[in-house]
């Protein structure tokens, strides 16, 4: 079986005021933090690579936010996004990998929480896979969001994104 890589973003696990702020689909934190936790295990097996683009979670004590990272399948890595902080111990025991972006050159892609401006895409043909934004419309053509609320709360295959 090959592994597979995904990539997710602005999951805010824990943050009520998402709810109303995005308009999405839930009753309550809980509600919605268990459904994200559904929606990530059916695409995403134990081998497989998940990238997670920012905004984790928000307002949640240690224990509830370790019991929820701790239901997610896949091997995660986090680039960070403008609600997550580096030296978070949760973040670090639940992450393997945590930067500020990643390139994928095999891909044609770049991956960041806030979108590039669009000259750094230019200089090497790049799709700038993102999050932060939500419900909004990315910038331009060459950029492509991946918050949780234009991918059916479900994280996308790589392959997906890639250019062709």
Same mark, same amino acid.
């Given at each position: 079986?090959? =592994?597979?890589?995904?990539?997710?973003?602005?999951?805010?696990?824990?943050?009520?005021?998402?709810?109303?702020?995005?308009? =999405?689909?839930? #009753?309550?934190?809980?509600?919605?933090?268990?459904? %994200?936790?559904?929606?990530? #295990?059916?695409?995403?097996?134990?081998?497989?690579?998940?990238?997670?683009?920012?905004?984790?979670?928000?307002?949640?004590?240690?224990?509830?936010?370790?019991?929820? %990272?701790?239901?997610?399948?896949? =091997?995660?890595? %986090?680039?960070?996004?403008?609600?997550?902080?580096?030296?978070? $111990?949760?973040? $670090?025991?639940?992450?393997?990998?945590?930067?500020?972006?990643?390139?994928?050159?095999?891909?044609?892609?770049?991956? /960041?929480?806030?979108?590039?401006?669009?000259? /750094?895409?230019?200089?090497?043909?790049?799709?700038?896979?993102?999050?932060?934004?939500? $419900? #909004?419309?990315?910038?331009?053509?060459?950029?492509?969001?991946?918050?949780?609320?234009? /991918?059916?709360?479900?994280?996308?295959?790589?392959?997906?994104?890639?250019?062709?």
């Amino acid at each position: 079986m090959s =592994r597979e890589i995904w990539v997710t973003s602005d999951t805010h696990f824990g943050h009520s005021n998402i709810i109303k702020y995005c308009d =999405r689909p839930y #009753n309550g934190t809980q509600e919605m933090d268990w459904d %994200l936790i559904d929606k990530w #295990n059916s695409v995403v097996n134990d081998g497989d690579i998940v990238y997670h683009l920012g905004d984790v979670y928000m307002n949640s004590s240690k224990g509830y936010m370790q019991n929820i %990272l701790g239901k997610l399948k896949g =091997r995660k890595r %986090l680039i960070l996004g403008n609600h997550d902080n580096g030296k978070d $111990q949760v973040l $670090q025991n639940f992450f393997q990998k945590i930067s500020i972006w990643r390139m994928f050159p095999e891909f044609g892609l770049l991956l /960041t929480h806030v979108p590039v401006h669009e000259s /750094t895409l230019k200089t090497k043909s790049l799709i700038n896979i993102h999050g932060h934004i939500h $419900q #909004n419309e990315s910038p331009t053509k060459n950029h492509r969001c991946v918050c949780v609320e234009q /991918t059916d709360y479900t994280p996308i295959n790589i392959e997906e994104l890639r250019v062709k």
